[in-house]
């Protein structure tokens, strides 16, 4: 799954490794690696908080809220 991350005035394409944690509303991190240029570049951690869709919307309030229901 491809998401952007926040940088300073910057916001770049990443793809998200780790699905699973991405989904998991206790994990405060998710393994990604940026996408861009031509050679696959290292994997590094990204805060949940920093990542939205490529569209502009935030991400669901269930993956990053343990207490959504609440």
């Given at each position: ?38 050679e ?7 805060a949940?908080?920093?990542?939205f ?8 309030r ?9």
């Open positions: 799954m491809f998401l952007k991350v926040r940088h300073d005035d910057d916001a770049s394409l990443v793809e998200v490794l780790d699905l699973k944690a991405l989904f998991d509303p206790f994990a405060a991190t998710v393994q990604a690696r940026i996408h861009g240029g031509e696959l570049q290292d994997p590094h951690h990204f949940k908080s920093d990542l869709f490529p569209s502009g919307e935030a991400l669901p269930c993956w990053l809220d343990s207490h959504y229901q609440s």
